[in-house]
């Protein structure tokens, strides 16, 4: 009987291999012939003898077609044997299929070669494609953030801008040294973006280019260097100490909903440490109270996934209590706008000195405090008092998502007599015979 299938010349091999055709025409015959196709064994199913769907292979679409209509060709072919009641030779086969096969004069409907460029494109959609999906994870092996996939698509189109200016043609080779230097080169001056800023840049195209190598679409590393490096430089974010944030709650803005609101969301995440993007989800069900009365916020955080549990302070019982268990919700724009209004009503105009580099070079500027008070500056504010009040670095890691210390103590802000008076406490909590005011607490107890 009859059949077609296509096969590699090499399946096992590491290069790119030839599609073969054989067409059996008898119990121990076959023609068999070259498709004129080749494709990479890794990106071969034998099981439907097509190429993977990957974006490594960049003809998959017209080779699968290809593919389709020859064996189109062999089913017509066989029905008319059928019908005149003739048997198919594997010499008439292999004449019949080498003429069909010959190359046609490409049309303009059919699809183009993909250029370097568009291969480089298409795998960075690839790559954001299995992020939103679940097919790229985290590194704890958890779905990726839905902020991550936005500072994915950002970096995109940033790439996409640049590409248009670029003199060299962007593709999977040539992100190296050259590329890194013209980029950073390119967000310093024309986008007067800060080093952080084109850190994080650096980070993201990195990552995209370990997927290239993941998948097998490059094996030449250009960007692994030391030179191919994100760069940084400390924040001068600051915190709210318990004073400010005092004057802040004793602040009368009944007259004022808006501000009056916002000031309240702020106080929350100042004495629990969640994000802004957590605070908008509590709900009744998810305070708990032990058997000694004592109640606890448990909750999932949306940024990471991972589970966390916080008292609730009596600051913090007040607010809840006040909006009937609900806390207002107001978009993270507004707040920052906000809050500064509620910051410079309580008088929280310390002048702070803010560094940073851009376009290069470095630039100075003095601020009053609560011009530089934003959403994160509760969470920021929370880590940091609780570190200066002697609950123990752990407790609070928790809390904030810290993997290591080194990157939590580069997050609180604290100054060297500061980092004194919590030796201190820790000494004097050690070798006192009863513990001082202020004992050593755990937020996870």
């Known amino acids: 009987m009859a059949g077609i299938?296509?096969?590699l010349r090499e399946p096992t091999a590491k290069t790119s291999q030839p599609i073969n055709c054989i067409i059996r025409t008898g119990k121990s015959d076959r023609a068999k012939f070259s498709t004129g196709f080749t494709v990479i064994p890794k990106n071969w199913d034998k099981e439907k003898c097509r190429v993977k769907n990957v974006v490594s292979e960049r003809n998959k679409a017209m080779?699968?077609?290809?593919?389709?209509?020859?064996?189109?060709?062999?089913?017509k072919l066989t029905i008319q044997h059928?019908?005149?009641?003739?048997?198919?030779?594997?010499?008439?086969?292999?004449?019949h299929f080498e003429e069909f096969l010959k190359p046609k004069q490409p049309t303009t409907?059919?699809?183009?070669?993909?250029?370097?460029?568009?291969?480089?494109?298409?795998?960075?959609?690839?790559?954001?494609t299995d992020s939103e999906n679940g097919k790229r994870k985290n590194h704890d092996g958890e779905n990726l953030a839905f902020r991550?996939?936005?500072?994915?698509k950002t970096v995109q189109t940033k790439l996409i801008e640049f590409s248009k200016i670029y003199d060299r043609d962007m593709s999977l080779i040539t992100i190296?040294?050259?590329?890194?230097?013209?980029?950073?080169?390119?967000l310093q001056v024309s986008k007067g973006f800060s080093k952080n800023n084109i850190g994080k840049y650096i980070t993201t195209i990195k990552s995209i280019m370990n997927y290239a190598v993941e998948e097998g679409l490059i094996e030449k590393v250009s960007y692994r260097t030391k030179k191919f490096k994100a760069t940084s430089e400390e924040s001068d974010s600051v915190y709210l100490t318990i004073a400010e944030l005092e004057k802040m709650y004793a602040l009368d803005l009944s007259n004022n909903l808006r501000l009056e609101r916002v000031r309240d969301l702020f106080m929350v995440g100042a004495f629990t440490g969640f994000r802004y993007s957590d605070l908008n989800n509590i709900n009744r069900q998810d305070i708990k109270t032990d058997e000694d009365g004592y109640q606890f916020i448990e909750i999932v955080q949306e940024k990471t996934g991972d589970p966390v549990t916080v008292p609730v302070l009596p600051l913090v019982h007040e607010i809840f209590v006040k909006y009937g268990y609900v806390l207002p919700s107001i978009t993270n724009q507004k707040m920052n706008d906000y809050i500064k209004e509620v910051c410079q009503m309580a008088e929280i105009e310390e002048v702070i000195t803010k560094r940073i580099t851009k376009g290069g070079l470095q630039v100075k500027t003095y601020l009053k405090k609560w011009e530089l008070v934003t959403t994160h500056t509760a969470r920021r504010s929370f880590a940091t008092n609780a570190y200066k009040k002697g609950v123990d670095t752990l407790s609070i890691m928790?809390?904030?998502g810290h993997k290591t210390e080194k990157a939590f103590m580069k997050y609180i802000k604290i100054d060297d007599r500061e980092k004194s008076k919590r030796f201190r406490i820790a000494w004097l909590s050690s070798t006192a015979e009863e513990k001082p005011k202020g004992k050593i607490i755990s937020l996870t107890a």
């Open 176 to 186: 190296d040294e050259t590329f890194y230097l013209d980029f950073v080169a390119w």
């Open 148 to 152: 991550s996939i936005q500072r994915y």
């Open 63 to 75: 080779i699968n077609s290809r593919l389709n209509d020859i064996e189109e060709e062999f089913d």
């Open 5 to 7: 299938t296509f096969v």
């Open 109 to 128: 409907a059919e699809t183009p070669l993909v250029t370097p460029k568009e291969e480089f494109f298409n795998m960075l959609n690839q790559y954001i």
């Open 82 to 95: 059928l019908q005149t009641n003739t048997a198919l030779s594997k010499e008439f086969v292999k004449l």
């Open 398 to 400: 928790h809390v904030t």
